[in-house]
């Protein structure tokens, strides 16, 4: 697995809820932050969640703050993003990433090492 892959994306009307799920390989799993980022056609590709290995803290962007969880499976390799009450503005392509060194702050999309191919989240009102 060279990837993490992303599965569980689609469409939901507002006030709907998904759940997001990402497969690692170790190597991938081991990484210092696992996080799961946003992007919409146009725009810079956005920090929506992260979790550290180990028992550190997860970390939310202000807009989804109350609404998204990240969590993870240890024996799985596995991440998660549930998402509740969804709003159209978190209509996006939806990327898991898995970064090895923690150098820069948990947003720095460009300091990953590995990307998912994305998967679609569509909200209409």
């Known amino acids: 697995q060279v990837e993490p892959v992303e599965s569980g994306g689609g469409s939901v009307q507002a006030g709907g809820s998904l759940t997001l799920s990402c497969a690692m390989s170790?190597?991938?799993?081991?990484?210092?932050?696992k996080a799961w980022f946003r992007q919409v056609p146009g725009k810079e590709r956005e920090g929506v969640a992260a979790t550290r290995t180990g028992t550190g803290p997860t970390y939310y962007s202000s807009s989804v703050k109350g609404r998204f969880t990240i969590s993870k499976d240890d024996a799985k390799n596995m991440i998660y993003l549930q998402m509740n009450s969804l709003e159209p503005h978190d209509t996006a392509m939806y990327y898991c990433?898995?970064?090895?060194?923690?150098?820069?702050?948990?947003?720095?999309?460009?300091?990953?090492?590995?990307w998912g191919q994305g998967t679609q989240v569509t909200v209409s009102s």
């Open positions: 990433a898995a970064r090895r060194q923690p150098l820069a702050t948990w947003v720095t999309y460009d300091a990953y090492d590995f």
């Open positions: 170790q190597l991938m799993y081991n990484s210092y932050y």
